[in-house]
């Protein structure tokens, strides 16, 4: 479990546990993944967990961790779920090389780096079979204001699992790419309940969606009761963000005057963004009819944008 110290990662390290996997919990944050490791279940005697540091953006430290996790369990991981993740958000217009870069690295190029690893280990163990579950977004698909790293990271893990699911099939090994939606998680807890109140009243179903919603769906994809499905992409939305475009700056509700995205000033929220916009000016609404503007007059009312 590659991002198991925190937020999803650390529901589906709990959710394989009490199926009986014995978790290796890999982070950067090794603080989080031992935190992760203490409250696992152990049912059976031998149901063992371990935490382990890793940086997944680099080809060594992901290679060390695979010699740890065989060492330690004596065979390379059956199934492996990809979450590290991380965002810095800017809008094209502002992001930088060195931001962009960062986002690929850990997230595209971390999930390869993975992802190559536990199907070398899989593969020179023999042994057949094996399940690499690798973490999208919904963002990926449909892209997001302000999120241009993290969207084409996203669409690549993608591609790259789908790749894997065809090259990887001969050896009996599924992959899948699981797009979560809005999920409450450290990373959400950072937004003021307001927007949060505003993402889920773009949601269908209601509501943001739980870490423990993904890990189902992880458990699932990890069994063989989903023997037959590889290089499948599983949306976890609640219908949020759906493919076609219903991203917050263009919601028909906002064309109903029932919504918002804001930029406010300090660090300031946009509903389609699960980060900060680092926003020097005023406070700035927009979308909806009330405040007459569709998405050319939000770009346009951007600080710094002009
Ligand atoms: N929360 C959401 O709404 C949401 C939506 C769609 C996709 N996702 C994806 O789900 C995954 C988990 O997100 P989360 O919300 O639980 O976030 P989170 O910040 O709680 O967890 C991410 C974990 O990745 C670890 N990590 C970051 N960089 C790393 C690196 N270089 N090497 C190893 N570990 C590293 C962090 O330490 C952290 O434990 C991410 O890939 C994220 O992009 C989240």
Redesign the pocket.
Same mark, same amino acid.
């Given at each position: 479990m590659?991002?198991?110290?925190?937020?999803?990662?650390?529901?589906v390290c709990a959710r394989l546990a009490e199926e009986g996997a014995l978790v290796a919990v890999?982070? *950067?944050?090794e603080a989080?993944?031992a935190e992760t490791v203490r409250g696992l279940p152990r049912g059976e005697p031998g149901q063992e967990h371990e935490a382990f540091?890793?940086?997944? $953006?680099?080809a060594q430290?992901v290679g060390e961790l695979m010699a740890r996790i065989q060492a330690r369990f004596s065979a390379p991981p059956r199934v492996c779920v $990809?979450?590290?993740?991380?965002?810095m958000d800017e809008f094209l217009l502002k992001q930088t090389e060195a931001a962009f870069d960062k986002v690929l *690295?850990?997230?595209l190029k971390?999930?390869f780096l993975v992802t190559q690893a536990v199907a070398r280990g899989l593969v020179e163990s023999g042994a057949p079979g094996g399940s690499i579950i690798n @973490?999208? $977004?919904?963002?990926g698909k449909v892209g997001n204001l302000g999120q241009v790293s993290?969207a084409a $990271?996203?669409a690549g893990?993608e591609g790259l699992t789908k790749t894997a699911a065809k090259e990887l099939a001969r050896f009996g090994i599924r992959c899948n790419v699981?797009? #979560?939606?809005?999920?409450?998680? #450290? @990373?959400?807890d950072k937004v003021p309940p307001k927007v949060l109140q505003k993402f889920a009243g773009m949601v269908p179903l209601g509501r943001?969606?739980d #870490?423990k919603e993904?890990a189902d769906v992880c458990v699932f994809l990890a069994s063989d009761e989903s023997r037959y499905i590889t290089g499948a992409s599983v949306e976890v939305t609640g219908m949020g963000r759906e493919s076609g475009a219903r991203t917050p700056g263009f919601s028909p509700r906002l064309r109903e005057g029932s919504g918002g995205c804001w930029v406010r000033a300090g660090g300031g929220w946009e509903p389609g963004l699960?980060g900060s916009i680092p926003s020097s000016g005023r406070e700035v609404g927009v979308g909806g009819l009330e405040q007459g503007g569709w998405e050319p007059g939000f770009l346009g009312s951007l600080p710094g944008l002009g």
């Open positions: 590659a991002g198991g110290g925190s937020g999803i990662g650390r529901a890999a982070d *950067q944050n989080g993944a540091g890793v940086d997944v $953006s680099s430290s $990809s979450c590290a993740g991380i965002t *690295q850990v997230n971390g999930t @973490m999208g $977004s919904i963002v993290y $990271s996203k893990v699981v797009l #979560p939606g809005f999920i409450a998680t #450290p @990373m959400t943001l969606g #870490p993904v699960l």
